[in-house]
């Protein structure tokens, strides 16, 4: 079913969303940041954008989930991705301008009004694509999208005639969820005060949309994505990650090698508790599956690009809290697949934050992130994994010096696995 489109919804529920959340951080934060008036608009409006810092998790991670419910709105409305899109843009320009008396960021305006596009996108395919698959009692379905997105859990209880879904057109993807225990094996804390070396860990990743699958095109932006989000008992979010084609198309090599290629958004957060780093970048690159035989399957994807990212560490004694800058990074990953009974995975992450549209003083880091996971299928969709995670920080400041951080740590993952099992996608 076509879904009905309407530009004026959306716009009034950003609008209206803004307002609600004006009003309850007034009555509820300290301070007077909220208590916004047409003085404080008509300054703003006059105002230079300026770089400001408030706490890394509001700036990096509040700010982007801000920014997917404007784009939740529009698109469960019926817009396009890039329509929701620019309705993000203007929400979170319409909140830096009238939802805080502080002069408007332009850092929280990629943050929000870009990197919630693409997180925000993620969540609508998810809960579009529970609603559209998921088994069992309907409400629970309902309930579960509104969890995943709540606007559009918003929109198809409020208007009955925005009830249609994009539609999936039948990806190929691989699911996972987890619960893990996880120790430290390396510890090198630097500024840090201090750590909690165990960790309890939830974990939920997709790939949604995989190459190779016969019929299924990559004419919208993020009909390829990939998400994962870890829960920690240590620091709340461990990471929020999340990389979509936005331009692309498909080719293939050969008779054993399909993939995509094009130009992705990404937007990342990651808290390993010694340092955190969060990104909103534009990046080139592929993503592709080469069958190595006839029960082996190697996926892989390579990423190269530029980003706004901010970094620094957690808890320091007299280190800036963290650093703006532009950052080229890259991203590797790699699946090999064994066929319906294990799978390692190999990925391995670079942000190097340069004095480039740097706030406050110059100085540059590199952050480094590399996990390896090997995961055996036990029974049905039950498996069993073993993770090594690690994460480097190697920051210099001219008036600090330099500074480097380390973390290395060993979890045992119990893994559902999807109806997908590993997600090798067969076309031959």
């Known amino acids: 079913m076509q879904a009905r489109k309407s530009y004026l919804v959306p716009a009034l529920e950003i609008v209206g969303f803004d307002l609600l959340l004006n009003q309850f951080n007034r009555r509820v934060l300290p301070g007077s940041d909220f208590d916004t008036s047409l003085a404080s608009v008509r300054r703003n409006l006059r105002s230079s954008w300026v770089v400001e810092n408030d706490p890394f998790r509001v700036n990096q991670l509040g ?12 698109r469960s409305a019926g817009l396009s991705y890039w329509e929701s899109s620019l309705y993000t843009f203007a ?10 008396t502080t ?3 332009w850092n929280d305006q990629i943050a929000s009004g870009v990197g919630g596009s693409f997180l925000g996108e993620a969540l609508y395919r998810m809960a579009s694509l529970l609603l559209e698959r998921g088994d069992g009692v309907r409400l629970w379905r309902e309930a579960g999208a509104a969890a995943i997105s709540p606007a559009l859990g918003f929109n198809r209880l409020a208007f009955n005639r925005f009830d249609a879904i994009v539609a999936s057109r039948n990806p190929a993807y691989y699911s996972r969820a987890a619960i893990a225990l996880s120790g430290t094996t390396q510890n090198q804390q630097g500024a840090t005060q201090r750590i909690k070396r165990g960790e309890l860990l939830g974990d939920f990743s997709l790939d ?7 019929g299924y095109s990559y004419d919208r932006p993020f009909d390829y994505f990939s998400f994962q989000a870890t829960l920690s008992s240590a620091n709340g979010f461990e990471n929020v990650m999340t990389r979509g084609l936005l331009l692309g198309t498909d080719y293939e090599l050969g008779r054993n090698y399909r993939g995509v290629w094009g130009l992705y958004g990404s937007y990342d957060y990651i808290a390993p508790q010694l340092f955190r780093v969060s990104s909103t970048a534009l990046s080139l690159g ?47 990953a790699l699946r090999f697949i064994f066929g319906e009974r294990a799978s390692l995975d190999i990925i391995g992450r ?58 290395g740590t060993l979890g045992i993952y119990y893994t559902l696995l999807g109806h997908d099992r590993f997600g090798a996608v067969e076309w031959r």
């Open 103 to 105: 002069q408007p960021s």
């Open 350 to 407: 670079q942000y190097f934050v340069s004095s480039v549209a740097a706030s406050l003083r110059g100085g540059h880091e590199n952050i480094t992130r590399a996990d390896v996971a090997f995961t055996v299928r036990i029974y049905k969709q039950h498996a069993l994994a073993v993770k090594y995670l690690w994460n480097r920080r190697e920051a210099t400041y001219p008036d600090l010096g330099d500074r480097t951080q380390t973390r």
């Open 91 to 100: 929400g979170s320009a319409f909140w830096e301008i009238a939802g805080e």
């Open 63 to 74: 700010h982007p989930y801000q920014g997917s419910m404007y784009h939740g709105f529009a």
């Open 286 to 332: 592929t993503t592709g599956q080469w069958w190595l035989s006839n029960g082996v399957a190697l996926q892989g994807t390579a990423l190269g690009g530029i980003g706004y990212t901010a970094a620094g560490t957690i808890r320091g004694t007299g280190e800036q809290d963290y650093h703006y800058g532009g950052a080229p990074q890259v991203l590797a």
């Open 208 to 214: 949604y949309g995989l190459p190779g699958k016969p």
